[in-house]
């Protein structure tokens, strides 16, 4: 049985004071930014940034975002966020996340996403992987 290989990536988050609301804890709504920091910190890691996605003609776009709120996050704070690649068959990406306080060590959010890939000329979704998603899986031994 072949042990699964797990791609992952992190980055470290010092809490702005523009990030927070009038209860002085992060709004709610810069939680999907932090989320995009990583997804963005994943693909400069392992070469599936979104310029190499639209230099091979598609798009990426979510589908599909979940929080899950465990502690809020306060200005000050440092935290950290870490992405975990979730691989399938499927024509799609798909990461796992969690932010943890570096102070505490404890675990504040945790989330999932879901892209697809959509043609860049036509706007369609595509059902079967593209060929330099194919290529990149095969690249990281991430072939399910």
Do not use: C
């Amino acid at each position: 049985m072949q042990e699964e290989k797990i791609l992952s990536a992190r980055k470290q988050l010092a809490i702005r004071f523009g990030e927070v609301d009038s209860m002085h804890v992060v709004w709610h709504g810069n939680y999907a930014k932090y989320f995009e920091d990583a997804r963005e910190a994943f693909g400069m890691k392992y070469g599936l940034d979104y310029l190499t996605i639209y230099g091979n003609g598609y798009f990426a776009p979510l589908v599909e975002l979940t929080f899950k709120y465990k502690r809020p996050l306060r200005y000050g704070d440092r935290a950290e966020i870490r992405i975990y690649y979730r691989p399938t068959e499927a024509a799609k990406l798909v990461f796992d996340y969690e932010i943890i306080d570096l102070e505490s060590n404890e675990v504040m959010m945790t989330g999932h996403s879901v892209q697809v890939f959509m043609e860049k000329e036509t706007f369609q979704m595509v059902w079967g992987n593209p060929d330099f998603f194919e290529e990149w899986k095969k690249k990281w031994g991430i072939m399910p």
